[in-house]
């Protein structure tokens, strides 16, 4: 490579154009932009996209799952069962709730959890289980909610939620996922609860934001939970200020001190033309995907498989692990792709390696499978801003670096 060949290849940049751009002025201009008219709008999209009833939206997917714990009545004296191999706000949630977080390794060379493993790790304080849809595949539910389905007797529920399913409730971390399918099912469509991320570097963004959906089940009051959420998310107040609005209608209550974590209409605006256009955007992403995979894949790189027979992921990450380094080496890589204009990254380091969750009594050595996995992986760029030039010349650039090592 020489200098003036050099490019500038951001990581995860937004796309966004001109019609986003036209949406925000609108809403600006309408004289309403926290939640209203748009962020309605844009939870019935969502609902109907993915074949759900309801959707709610929110600033964050870490505000869903921390939402949907409270709702569950999760607290002090349960226990919530996660990854070791994921973001912390996967994890963090648990702990702002009160409960224990109880975390299990992944299975030998994968980025899932054991689990048997899990199954293991089960007990009647056992609530939730939250698995992690990485890079935008889907887990292996099938096998999941067998282990719970073998696990049933142990559930005491103790909430009047929890009694209607009767069983640990299964509540995905699909910030990566939205738009993914897996054996006939859409992502949102085969946990009893679903969390979609929408920051800045997700597939389809709000800048900030997130979504929850539930599986359709005959015993739910979708109405009640939709209202629960609306509850939760707005200081416990009986009306929305949408609600407000109407002649006359400025009384409200505030049935408990909730919280604050509600989406605006400028966010939902934002993420409605994302989401009118999100199909051409997933299929630029198996576009680069598999250009990645005709050049890497020969190196003998090992790459997390995105399509199959039965699955589609949606394309979020471009998770590739080098063989024969270790972790010091693949920092090297990274550092080397860098100086060749090439932003990359490592997901995830985990968790137990991080301060915090040293001490809450984690240790590394107790999850082998998640460091090996960690120790050698690179996460390419991967998003529809990328020109077919830009992937030849970050494969180029990872052989040039593979040919020096």
Same mark, same amino acid.
């Given at each position: 490579m020489?200098?003036?060949?050099?490019?500038?290849?951001?990581?995860?940049?937004?796309d966004?154009?001109d *019609?986003?751009i036209?949406?925000?002025?609108?809403?600006?201009?309408?004289g309403?932009?926290?939640?209203?008219?748009?962020?309605?709008?844009?939870?019935?999209?969502?609902?109907?996209?993915?074949?759900?009833?309801?959707a709610?939206? =929110? &600033?964050?997917?870490?505000?869903?799952?921390?939402?949907t714990?409270?709702?569950?009545?999760? @607290?002090p004296?349960d226990?919530?069962?996660?990854?070791?191999?994921?973001?912390?706000?996967?994890?963090?949630?648990?702990?702002?709730?009160?409960?224990?977080?109880?975390?299990?390794?992944?299975?030998?060379?994968?980025?899932?959890?054991?689990?048997?493993?899990?199954? #293991?790790?089960?007990?009647?304080?056992t609530?939730?289980?939250?698995?992690?849809?990485?890079?935008?595949?889907?887990?292996?539910?099938?096998?999941?909610?067998?282990?719970?389905?073998?696990?049933?007797?142990?559930?005491?529920?103790?909430?009047? %939620?929890?009694?209607?399913?009767?069983?640990?409730i299964?509540?995905?971390?699909?910030?990566?996922?939205?738009?993914?399918?897996?054996?006939?099912?859409?992502?949102?469509?085969?946990?009893?609860?679903?969390?979609?991320?929408?920051?800045?570097?997700?597939?389809?963004?709000?800048?900030?934001? $997130?979504?929850?959906?539930?599986? &359709?089940?005959?015993?739910?009051?979708?109405?009640?939970?939709?209202?629960?959420?609306? /509850?939760?998310?707005? !200081?416990?107040?009986?009306?929305?200020?949408?609600?407000?609005?109407?002649?006359?209608a400025?009384?409200?209550?505030?049935?408990?001190?909730?919280?604050?974590?509600?989406?605006?209409d400028?966010?939902?605006?934002?993420?409605i033309?994302?989401?009118?256009?999100?199909?051409?955007?997933?299929?630029?992403?198996?576009?680069?995907?598999?250009?990645?995979?005709?050049?890497?894949?020969?190196? $003998?790189? *090992?790459?997390?498989? !995105?399509?199959?027979?039965?699955?589609?992921?949606?394309? !979020? %990450?471009? =998770?590739?692990?080098?063989?024969?380094?270790?972790?010091?080496?693949?920092? #090297?890589?990274?550092?080397?792709?860098?100086?060749? @204009?090439?932003?990359?990254n490592? !997901?995830?380091?985990?968790?137990?390696?991080?301060?915090?969750?040293?001490n809450? $009594?984690? *240790?590394?050595? #107790?999850?082998?499978?998640?460091? &090996?996995?960690?120790? #050698?992986?690179i996460?390419?760029? =991967?998003?529809?801003?990328?020109?077919?030039?830009?992937?030849?010349?970050i494969?180029?650039?990872?052989?040039?670096?593979m040919? /020096?090592?």
């Amino acid at each position: 490579m020489y200098k003036n060949d050099l490019r500038d290849i951001p990581f995860s940049p937004p796309d966004i154009t001109d *019609d986003e751009i036209e949406e925000v002025i609108s809403t600006l201009k309408s004289g309403w932009i926290t939640t209203g008219p748009k962020t309605k709008e844009f939870e019935r999209k969502i609902a109907d996209f993915i074949g759900v009833n309801k959707a709610v939206c =929110l &600033n964050s997917a870490t505000a869903a799952m921390e939402m949907t714990l409270r709702i569950l009545g999760v @607290g002090p004296g349960d226990e919530v069962i996660t990854s070791a191999y994921t973001y912390t706000a996967t994890s963090a949630v648990i702990h702002h709730v009160g409960a224990k977080i109880v975390m299990v390794d992944t299975k030998p060379n994968s980025y899932e959890m054991d689990y048997q493993q899990l199954e #293991n790790m089960i007990n009647s304080k056992t609530k939730v289980i939250i698995p992690i849809d990485i890079a935008g595949k889907m887990c292996d539910y099938d096998t999941l909610f067998e282990v719970v389905n073998r696990k049933k007797d142990l559930f005491a529920s103790t909430n009047h %939620l929890q009694a209607k399913y009767n069983r640990i409730i299964v509540m995905a971390d699909g910030a990566h996922s939205f738009g993914a399918i897996r054996k006939g099912l859409n992502s949102g469509q085969a946990a009893d609860f679903t969390c979609f991320s929408f920051h800045a570097v997700k597939n389809i963004t709000t800048a900030e934001g $997130g979504a929850v959906v539930w599986r &359709n089940r005959p015993f739910l009051d979708d109405e009640w939970i939709y209202e629960s959420y609306m /509850l939760y998310s707005l !200081h416990g107040q009986s009306k929305d200020a949408l609600a407000k609005t109407q002649k006359g209608a400025w009384e409200y209550d505030v049935v408990y001190p909730a919280y604050k974590c509600n989406m605006t209409d400028i966010m939902a605006g934002i993420g409605i033309i994302q989401l009118n256009k999100y199909e051409s955007l997933l299929d630029r992403r198996k576009e680069v995907i598999e250009m990645y995979d005709r050049a890497l894949l020969p190196l $003998g790189i *090992d790459t997390l498989e !995105h399509y199959g027979d039965d699955f589609i992921s949606s394309g !979020h %990450l471009y =998770l590739a692990r080098i063989p024969g380094i270790d972790e010091f080496e693949r920092n #090297n890589i990274i550092v080397k792709l860098a100086e060749l @204009g090439v932003a990359s990254n490592v !997901h995830y380091k985990p968790l137990p390696m991080f301060t915090a969750y040293k001490n809450l $009594g984690f *240790d590394i050595k #107790n999850f082998p499978n998640a460091l &090996n996995m960690y120790s #050698n992986e690179i996460t390419l760029p =991967l998003n529809t801003l990328l020109s077919d030039d830009d992937v030849e010349y970050i494969c180029n650039c990872i052989k040039s670096i593979m040919q /020096l090592k």
